[in-house]
């Protein structure tokens, strides 16, 4: 098992770089911490490197074949943690790649989204609601920020979370028969008001502006949740579970 | 109108103490800051000192009568502000005293929540719910943190949100004929097997356990929502919505 005790090692240098957006584009890798996150990427098969200190106790259950172990000291922990009290293990994974998605089901389409608590709350809400993919679009914050993914809570690892063009995903579903719905608080009616259908594909959009308008433009019909008291609007992510839970009861 | 030129000021010492939990309780005030909040809180008449600098453009509509404008400089907004890039308007409200509130409609109860910005956002999607009154268990975090102002956005304001034992709001929302579901993963029962009933309350629990026993067993029926895919469970502010919303439209 090989040892790493100094904060100036390189291989410790390039893990650190990885909490910016722009080494985890470069390398295609991305960092995360704490028993249970790590436990999650360990079943996705997506570990490459398992940072540990003298100790921390590894669960049994956990399997580690081709997975490369580095003991680390405290203070290599304390830098490449970003919480307050770390727990002592930390992953270095390879972002999943997904083949072609089934085009059956629930989709969410997150347009724009800025924060990255609600970027990972949407993944984990959809997981809950058996999304069969989510699709975050070119203007989201990044999916693999380290607030995001533990915002997921392991969601990440749980259903195929894809980047794209959310205009090219419309109508792509569209020619698969999924029925896109857009969100709006204009020209839109109740969520109430319709049906909901086995294959639905929701757009939902950035915490001030909502989905572009552009994108509304392409859906099959645009909805609202009524606002019953003096609230101006939901907050994305609650938005969000409300619509998903109505629609993945067809 | 009064002007404070110094961080040493002895009112500025006495508003920075509002930003802990026991000078608010000690004194029945607390602070909140940013233009949407401040205008939230004039409509509630709940504004004792309205803090600005020269150089703020206080909005015509704001009816300031009978409320204490100090001038400040750029320093001690810098001193009593919470966020990074402060707006230049705090103000000091007195905590509002609600009377007897209705019996009727939907009630949410919070039990040991200790988020400030999941707390927050409860209250936001209660009042867009149209929910009555929201009761604030004793072992949730502050309801006047600064966090959880910013994240109810500026809800707090528009219905009541009470502090209470739990235990006692269950039997007495009871006696008055409305319906207390829980929350629970155990001995629950799928919330759409229940149909919706005119008055109802919802209790929701702590992110990590939960709703507590003993308050599980007062209430009349206990509710989980389906996880269909393999996320452990769900946000506790988007249970919250997705029930309510489930709930409200009774």
């Known amino acids: 098992m090989k040892r790493i005790d100094s904060v100036q090692n390189a291989s410790v240098k390039s893990w650190k770089k990885l909490h910016t957006k722009k080494e985890r584009e470069k390398t295609g ?10 436990e999650e990427a360990l079943k996705s098969d997506i570990v490459e490197t398992l ?16 997975i490369s172990l580095v003991i680390v000291t405290e203070e290599v922990i304390q830098l490449l943690s970003e919480t307050e009290t770390p727990q002592h293990v930390i992953a ?42 989510v699709i975050v679009g070119n203007g989201c914050v990044d999916v693999y920020n380290g607030k995001t993914i533990r915002s997921t809570q392991g969601s990440l690892f749980h259903l195929p979370v894809l980047k794209g063009d959310l205009s090219e995903w419309i109508p792509k579903l569209q020619e698969n028969r999924v029925t896109v719905y857009g969100t709006s608080l204009q ?24 989905v572009q308008q552009e994108l509304l433009s392409l859906t099959n019909e645009n909805l609202y949740i009524p606002i019953h008291g003096q609230a101006e609007s939901l907050n994305v992510s609650v938005a969000t579970g409300v619509l998903l839970y109505y629609f993945c009861h067809a």
Chains 1, 2 share one sequence.
Not at 188 to 209: F, I, M, R, T
């Open 51 to 66: 940072l540990l200190t003298e100790e921390t106790n590894i669960p049994a259950a956990w399997k580690l074949d081709n």
């Open 187 to 210: 020209n839109a009616k109740p969520y109430q008001d319709v049906q909901p259908v086995k294959n639905a594909a929701l757009v939902v959009g950035n915490e001030g502006s909502g």
């Open 92 to 133: 270095i994974c390879k972002k999943q790649a997904y083949g072609e998605i089934s085009m059956e089901g629930t989709f969410l389409l997150i347009d724009a989204v800025q924060d990255p608590g609600n970027l990972g709350t949407m993944i984990r809400t959809a997981d809950a609601a058996g999304v069969t993919a």
């Open 29 to 38: 890798l991305f960092i995360i911490e704490g028993f249970h996150l790590v």
